[in-house]
């Protein structure tokens, strides 16, 4: 079958991140990748089984169903599960043989009942999301002893402002996560595995590392913002198309949706296979956390009204072209102008990993995916 668009995934790139991740924290601290969302975009399936063949420890999803596919796909290392578990999920825990995270008395009972046995207990350290608070995550921890059939295999937190160039809060959550472990060594209660670093903490903070760090974004080769850029990381990702139509319009002639541009002259358009659908284009909106960003945000909108912001380009035989007209669903025009090309030619599109549409084909490349077989079409659905 010959695509119209693809996302190539280099799994060696991934696994040279591993290496790196591995080398900073040393053989002592073991390494949990997280995988959840289709593994940043990159296809979960792939990289799991990269990620296994280059020595990580274990993986990390958020959904019994993330857990699932990686168990019908054949992988076989302990996944924990970031959501607390339900009481009623108890039986899809034990059946695909995953590790929930538990922060309740209610959830720790329904998975005791079901003799589930090794669990992570989630804690709140200030994040304010999920988990139990530590004076309630000590009590469970404690009452978790006293039950048959469980036993806590690991207890973690999740550090809320790791990335941010002000570590106080980090700090202060590094500082109640040590105590919450003084605190259960000294009721001589064995927690397993301490985890609480994610991607920048691992980086920035190195007595947060504990027993295993949990690396994600830096994986797929992306510095969380404002951490220092210490490891020789590689991107692996490229998403790609091919020009489905190439036409000449004349001077006058609006293209797409509103006909909000217009051709000052005869202008050669080629058509991708890609829109807003895929997550071409397809930016976070959030509320501006300072004063200082709200201002940049308005700055933005200025100068993307006065046309001098927020045009968004591919790249087509080696060349940046930009879009012109709406951006669609899933059909996108491109001026072609000083590019010499035909329909069918390769385009390079910058797609946001973590949006990209799961049903886009992702093509694993290098050494490695040849010797694990990864581009079988079972995995290229999966992923």
Same mark, same amino acid.
């Given at each position: 079958m010959g695509y119209s668009r693809w996302i190539e995934v280099n799994?060696?790139?991934?696994?040279?991140?591993?290496?790196?991740?591995?080398?900073?924290?040393?053989?002592?601290?073991?390494?949990?990748?997280?995988?959840?969302?289709?593994?940043?975009?990159?296809?979960?399936?792939?990289?799991?089984?990269?990620?296994?063949?280059?020595?990580?420890?274990?993986?990390?999803?958020?959904?019994?169903?993330?857990?699932?596919?990686?168990?019908?796909?054949?992988?076989? @290392?302990?996944? @924990?599960?970031?959501?607390?578990?339900?009481?009623?999920?108890?039986?899809?825990?034990?059946?695909?043989?995953?590790?929930?995270?538990?922060?309740?008395?209610?959830?720790? @009972?329904?998975?005791?009942?079901?003799?589930?046995?090794?669990?992570?207990?989630?804690?709140?350290?200030?994040?304010?999301?999920?988990?139990?608070?530590?004076?309630?995550?000590?009590?469970?921890?404690?009452?978790?002893?006293? @039950?048959?059939?469980?036993?806590?295999?690991?207890?973690?937190?999740?550090?809320?402002?790791?990335?941010?160039?002000?570590?106080?809060?980090?700090?202060?959550?590094?500082?109640?996560?040590?105590?919450?472990?003084?605190?259960?060594?000294?009721?001589g209660i064995d927690y397993g595995l301490a985890h609480l670093a994610n991607s920048a903490g691992l980086i920035k903070f190195p007595e947060a590392r504990f027993d295993m760090v949990r690396a994600g974004t830096i994986l797929y080769g992306q510095y969380p913002a404002e951490t220092p850029h210490v490891l020789d990381l590689q991107d692996p990702w490229q998403a790609k198309g091919r020009l489905v139509e190439v036409k000449t319009v004349p001077a006058g002639g609006a293209i797409g949706y509103g006909g909000d541009y217009r051709c000052k002259k005869e202008e050669l358009v080629g058509v991708i296979p890609y829109g807003y659908a895929d997550g071409f284009n397809v930016l976070a909106s959030t509320r501006p956390a300072t004063i200082q960003s709200t201002f940049r945000d308005i700055l933005k909108a200025l100068a993307k009204a006065a046309g001098k912001y927020g045009t968004v380009y591919v790249r087509v035989n080696g060349k940046s072209v930009p879009v012109v007209g709406r951006i669609g669903m899933q059909l996108t025009s491109v001026s072609l102008t000083g590019v010499v090309a035909k329909a069918g030619d390769e385009v390079a599109v910058p797609l946001r990993r973590t949006t990209a549409n799961v049903a886009i084909p992702r093509v694993f490349t290098g050494a490695l995916a040849e010797q694990l077989h990864l581009n079988t079409v079972e995995e290229r659905e999966l992923g």
């Open positions: 799994v060696d790139c991934i696994c040279h991140n591993l290496q790196e991740i591995k080398q900073l924290v040393g053989t002592e601290t073991k390494v949990l990748a997280v995988v959840k969302a289709n593994a940043y975009g990159h296809g979960s399936v792939g990289v799991a089984k990269a990620l296994a063949y280059g020595g990580v420890d274990a993986f990390a999803v958020t959904t019994i169903e993330e857990g699932r596919e990686l168990r019908e796909a054949g992988v076989a @290392l302990p996944i @924990l599960v970031f959501a607390p578990m339900l009481p009623d999920q108890c039986d899809d825990m034990k059946r695909w043989q995953l590790t929930p995270s538990i922060d309740c008395e209610e959830a720790l @009972l329904a998975w005791q009942a079901a003799a589930g046995g090794g669990f992570h207990l989630k804690i709140d350290t200030g994040m304010h999301r999920v988990g139990a608070f530590p004076e309630e995550g000590l009590a469970l921890a404690k009452q978790s002893k006293e @039950l048959p059939d469980v036993q806590m295999t690991g207890v973690y937190s999740h550090l809320a402002t790791a990335q941010q160039s002000d570590v106080t809060a980090a700090k202060k959550q590094i500082a109640i996560f040590q105590k919450l472990l003084a605190d259960m060594k000294a009721e």
